[in-house]
């Protein structure tokens, strides 16, 4: 958690940059699920120290996770992808579908030790909002968090290039059923280099209502959970290949 050479992030949401602090100034609320308890007790201690962030419970595994969640209506979870049980993958994919939130359900930070873990990806697909690294230092890990809270993602566009590329891609035909427009397919071309909607915009030359139509016309005909999930999506697909850089 305190290394200096992780992968930088990039932000792609639909806001104009990361809140420190949920809806009215009140603090982000997170659960942390780690099978390591050491690892877990420390994420806990530090984030609770950085600003906007209320650490509000954790959990050993992914069966824990699914229930302290519904029990603790965090913000953002927090969520390691290795645990018995359930692992990250399947408790987020069930935390996601649970029809039963008032306000949604909580948004899932994937937390791992490797780029190039391939379940990451697979949570990705799953709905998670983006992930970051164990290595990276608590204050980074804290903004991912934030950022998440407020609608955002947070991807990491060449870690996410080495993940994918590491999988057979998926159907050739993925894409073509989605009937994106020429103009669509541009558009997730320019997500998955991790561009906001108002460098959407500015790259196409086009308004920011515009670029969010197109990124929300990209989502529903992709049927993606989100910008991540539509990033994961056109990797798989070989819309968009390795190396690729806008």
């Known amino acids: ?23 009215a100034g009140t603090p982000v609320t997170l659960l942390i699920a780690d099978d390591d308890e050491v690892t877990r007790s420390g994420l806990r201690t530090l984030l609770a120290a950085q600003p906007g962030i209320a650490v509000v419970g954790e959990a050993a595994d992914g069966v824990e996770a699914v229930e302290q969640a519904r029990r603790l209506r965090p913000d953002v979870v927090l969520m390691d992808v290795r645990m ?62 934030r950022v998440v809270a407020a609608g955002e993602a947070i991807l990491f566009p060449a870690a996410l290039r080495r993940m994918v590329a590491t999988r057979p891609l998926g159907s050739a035909e993925a894409l073509p059923k989605a009937a994106l427009t020429g103009r669509e397919e541009e558009v997730l071309r320019l997500m998955a280099t991790g561009l906001s909607n108002p460098e959407i915009a500015d790259s196409l030359t086009v308004s920011l209502e515009t670029a969010k139509t197109h990124v929300g016309n990209v989502l529903t005909k992709l049927g993606a959970q989100n910008r991540t999930h539509a990033v994961v999506i056109a990797y798989e697909s070989g819309l ?7």
């Open 240 to 246: 968009v290949v390795p190396g690729f850089a806008g």
């Open 1 to 23: 958690m305190t290394g200096s050479h992780a992968s930088s992030a990039v932000t792609t949401g639909a806001g104009s940059g990361p809140a420190t602090t949920g809806p």
């Open 84 to 145: 018995p049980r359930r692992n990250g993958i399947e408790a987020t994919r069930q935390l996601l579908a649970e029809p039963t939130w008032p306000d949604g359900p909580p948004k899932v930070v994937v937390i791992t030790t490797f780029e190039n873990d391939g379940y990451v990806t697979a949570a990705l697909s799953a709905g998670a909002s983006g992930f970051v690294l164990k290595r990276l230092p608590v204050r980074q890990i804290a903004e991912a968090v």
